[in-house]
């Protein structure tokens, strides 16, 4: 045997410390002929989803991990805990005394959601610095999972450093009791440290007292050697250092990169012979994660009385919907559009999405919560008016259902629900208790390093706060924005990017001073990597089961439950994704009803007003519509005081003519 595969490999996702983005690192594990590559970020599952989709559309196996963080003592116990005496603390445990290294491989669609469930928990409960494990966890959920010792602060190659060589043969022993026999390998690696090579004898004599057999890895943190010196530029991004500075954070010895099997053989095969076989018996061993990705039902479940199903109850209260809205009378056209309209849903196997939808409308009226009255193609729905979803009678303005919802149409239905900016998290907070604590999480987003904000941190990692100056400089250099967008820095020196005539004063620059020179080069390397992780402004994702054996979870310092994986890979599989708006505009005019009540004794009915008050409209036409949703925009309100609207359709007009992307 000739190939290798890399099993312990940090993604961007391992943020501002992994710099390997994921296409990148496939396309780099198919370029030198490895059978299979995997990812293990650190402490989470965040690129999953990315990486799955990306290397099945290749001729590499995914294989899915991740680098743990393991309490050294019960994942509750959040203070340090050291093994060794008070002169070993720099050899001791790892962040402080807050954990060591475990490397865990899923080497089928039940070990990944084993995978799923032992990040989350780590999070959810272990979190103390990091998210962390302890061995309890990794009992209840061991199994489809293969382990490794993990790097040099790993709790076998840390007792060892102490010279605890019976706590380091405990500690192996009780990862095979873990995991079982075959599933455990004793990971080495060889980047030229004293730390590794401290400890490679004793994990040897280890593994041959045990049956461990021995794993060659590379901690791979960036796909070419050339990368080096990016990645390191990246550590002073994370630390916020110079690249001068003695004291910065950096990785010590080399070949940090996706090493070529010759490279990782020449190291290994007369030394250690079996350590790089292993790695190939490894990717043999990893199945399908196929099942994780099945696309299913996951809408959460809607609790209807006896004797109804989703479908017949909905029938039942869009028909008591439009007896409310109708008091006189529901004509045949509204009978048969409703008729209609619920055909198309059941077809679909929507009931359930429209029942909850109006059950948060509902509850939000209840308790007081200024909604919306409706907007998007939502508004077009007679079913979502009869509900009390939206305000808007669509047959009265000639709304079409089709283009909300229509037979044709695939993914779920996106009605965007508004409420009070400052009571949102009450309805988060109703939809949790209702739905399911375990149930219901909002969503993770992904900040990368923009264009101009590389060009600044590669500016400040060369120069400290001197270089901030020179960024500056060369940001306004570059080509103005489009759709508030920057060129990216390769479409700088792509011939072939359609912008890169207009980049004509960069390339000068560059060309003329050495220092702006060395920034670019570094930016080219940082632009587009994950920055770090955020919380989704208006995002909530709902499920029928535990979202905790659907996706990867992490816990804000607040409690609040986030999905680990973006929501359009939750709504790849299934899970339902609902938009709860926070409208800053309903808050002014929340806040002005209450003081027209305070101060004028009137009571003003927004559900009921007219629409054809002849003052609402010459406000308009003068164009004074500052805070006005959707009408206050500069380019808007020149088109109202040229138009001059004397009606609603008028209003209409304005709103679709100039809608997202129309006005030029």
Known sequence: MDSFAHLHVHTEYSMLDGAAKIAALVAGAERLGMPAVAMTDHGNLYGADEFHRVASRSAV???IGIEAYVAPASRFHRKPVFWGQPHQRGTDVSGGGAYTHLTLLAQDATGLRNL???????????????????????AAHATGIIATTGCP?????????LGQRAEAMQAASDLKDLFGAGNVYLELMDHGLAIERSVREGLL?????????????????????????????????QSGRTLTDPARFRFDGDGYHLASPAEMRARWDAEVPDAADNTLEVAERIGSYAEVWEHRDRMPVYDVPEGHDAASWLRHVVAEGLGRRLPAGVPDAYRERAGFEI???????????????????????????????????AAGSLVAYALGITNLDPIRHGLLFERFLNPERVSMPDIDMDFDDRRRGEMVRYATERYGADRVAQVITFGTIKTKAAIKDAARVHLGQAGYAIADRISKALPPPVAAKDI????????????????????????????????????????????????????????AEPLIDTVPLWRRDDGALITGWDYPSCEAIGL?????????????????????????????????????????????????????FQLDGAAMRELLRRLRPTGFGDIIAVNACTGRGRWR
């Open 61 to 63: 196996t995914p294989i």
């Open 116 to 138: 799923f469930r032992l990040s989350s928990l780590a999070s959810i409960e272990g979190y103390y610095r990091k998210p962390r494990m302890d061995h309890d966890l990794l």
């Open 153 to 161: 602060s790993g709790e076998v190659q840390t007792r060892l450093r």
């Open 205 to 237: 004599e280890i593994g041959r007292e045990l049956g461990l057999p021995p794993l060659a890895t590379n901690d791979s943190h960036y796909v070419t050697r050339d990368q080096a010196a990016m990645h390191a530029a990246l550590l002073c991004v």
């Open 343 to 377: 055909d198309v849903i059941v077809q679909k196997g929507f009931p359930g999405y429209f029942l909850i939808t109006a059950d948060l409308m509902a509850h939000a009226r209840d308790v007081g919560i200024r909604v919306g009255p409706g907007r998007g193609s």
């Open 488 to 543: 990216p820095l390769s479409g700088i020196v792509d011939p072939a990017h359609e912008r890169y005539t207009e980049a004509a004063e960069v390339r000068a620059r560059v060309e003329r001073d050495e220092t702006v020179a060395t920034i670019m080069e570094t930016a080219r390397g940082l632009e587009g990597l994950v920055r770090g992780a955020g919380v989704h402004a208006c995002a909530v994702i709902m499920s």
């Open 576 to 628: 339902l994704k609902m938009d709860f708006l926070g409208l800053r505009t309903l808050t002014v005019i929340g806040d002005a009803i209450d003081n027209v009540r305070a101060n004028r004794g009137v009571d003003v009915d927004l559900e009921n007003l007219a629409l054809d008050d002849p003052d609402t409209y010459a406000l308009l036409a003068r164009g004074e519509s500052l805070g006005v």
